[in-house]
T-cell receptor
Framework: GAGVSQSPSNKVTEKGKDVELRCDPI?????LYWYRQRLGQGLEFLIY????????KSGLPSDRFSAERTGESVSTLTIQRTQQEDSAVYLC??????????????FGSGTQLSVL | QKEVEQNSGPLSVPEGAIASLNCTYS??????FFWYRQYSGKSPELIMF????GDKEDGRFTAQLNKASQYVSLLIRDSQPSDSATYLC??????????????FGAGTRLAVHP
């Protein structure tokens, strides 16, 4: 497709279960971001992938969170042993970043995660 | 100090007035600055970007950048009720891998009333 695709669009899970969120970026985009947005809050940086460089994981809130990306394609964000405070919209975005500056981001529609 | 700071608002302006949204950032090496608009329940969408000091105009929107003061702003002229949204400032920050990642402020909620 032409845009950033995320799945599922909605996920309801029970506390303690693991969840996996998927992001399919725009073809050719080297940079991929995951952000978390709680209700009424701003975008919280989670993780950044850039080409074959080591990802910047500095925003991951705990070791229950992990993410992978294969080359410059699909990324998955995994949350283990989910907690109620993990409930939020998880947004993925991609761009064609250069080495010195960021380029404009294209966002997916997000995954609304609800932990009961 | 937060990396990117914005006043959360709400900023309330009458229809037809100029709305002024402000943002400060901590990394002096930043070179890319963006304004995104986010309607309730929707994903952010890019409305302006600026890389050089000074003003950049696009229709009713003007972005202003002052790197010496580490300050970027967005002016919306002739504000319309449809401009009511949260405006997110985003700035690139140095990353140890040699690239720059994009960090967002918490956003300013703008309300334009008829």
């Amino acid at each position: 497709g032409a845009g950033v695709s995320q799945s599922p669009s909605n996920k309801v899970t029970e506390k303690g279960k693991d969840v996996e969120l998927r992001c399919d970026p725009i073809s050719g985009h080297t940079a991929l971001y995951w952000y978390r947005q709680r209700l009424g809050q701003g975008l919280e940086f989670l993780i950044y992938f850039q080409g074959n460089s080591a990802p910047d994981k500095s925003g991951l809130p705990s070791d229950r969170f992990s993410a992978e990306r294969t080359g410059e394609s699909v990324s998955t964000l995994t949350i283990q042993r989910t907690q109620q405070e993990d409930s939020a919209v998880y947004l993925c975005a991609s761009s064609f970043d250069g080495p010195a500056r960021s380029e404009k981001l294209f966002f997916g529609s997000g995954t609304q995660l609800s932990v009961l | 100090q937060k990396e990117v700071e914005q006043n959360s608002g709400p900023l309330s302006v009458p229809e037809g007035a100029i709305a002024s949204l402000n943002c400060t950032y901590s990394d002096r090496g930043s070179q890319s600055f963006f304004w995104y608009r986010q309607y309730s329940g929707k994903s952010p969408e890019l409305i302006m970007f600026i890389y050089s000091n000074g003003d950049k105009e696009d229709g009713r929107f003007t972005a202003q950048l002052n790197k010496a003061s580490q300050y970027v702003s967005l002016l919306i002229r002739d504000s319309q009720p449809s401009d009511s949204a949260t405006y997110l400032c985003a700035v690139n920050m140095a990353h140890s891998g040699g690239y720059n990642k994009l960090i967002f402020g918490a956003g300013t909620r703008l309300a334009v009333h008829p």
